[in-house]
Nanobody, 115 residues
Framework: QVQVVESGGGSVQPGGSLRLSCTQS????????LGWYRQAPGQQRELVAS???????NYADSVKGRFTISTDNAKNTMYLQMNSLKPEDTAVYYC?????????WGQGTQVTVSS
């Protein structure tokens, strides 16, 4: 079964940038949609960005124009470039499939945006 490891989080000031990475333990075949999710304290986990195996992307309205999702299939890695960060982006970020049959959740990576 595929395992995922998220990294790249940290503490930044509003307006700053971070790049998150998600490395999968195995190669993914066939059609798939991968996504970045986030969960803020006291809130439900939400999908913020997704990318299909064909390359098409979708973003939540709250991050559109600021976040960019991409993959490097040779490295089994997915990225989330986050620019113009806002305090409301503070959350633990996770990666997984966008599917009814998801992988086990990783430990996530904490992103804190504060002045």
């Amino acid at each position: 079964q595929v395992q995922v490891v998220e990294s790249g989080g940290g503490s930044v000031q509003p307006g700053g940038s971070l790049r998150l990475s998600c490395t999968q333990s195995g190669r993914i075949f066939g059609f798939y949609i991968l996504g970045w999710y986030r969960q803020a304290p006291g809130q439900q986990r939400e999908l913020v960005a997704s990318i299909a195996s064909g390359g098409s992307t979708n973003y939540a309205d709250s991050v559109k124009g600021r976040f960019t999702i991409s993959t490097d299939n040779a490295k089994n890695t997915m990225y989330l470039q986050m620019n113009s960060l806002k305090p409301e982006d503070t959350a633990v970020y996770y990666c997984n499939k966008v599917s009814s049959s998801i992988w086990p959740w990783g430990q996530g990576t904490q992103v804190t945006v504060s002045s």
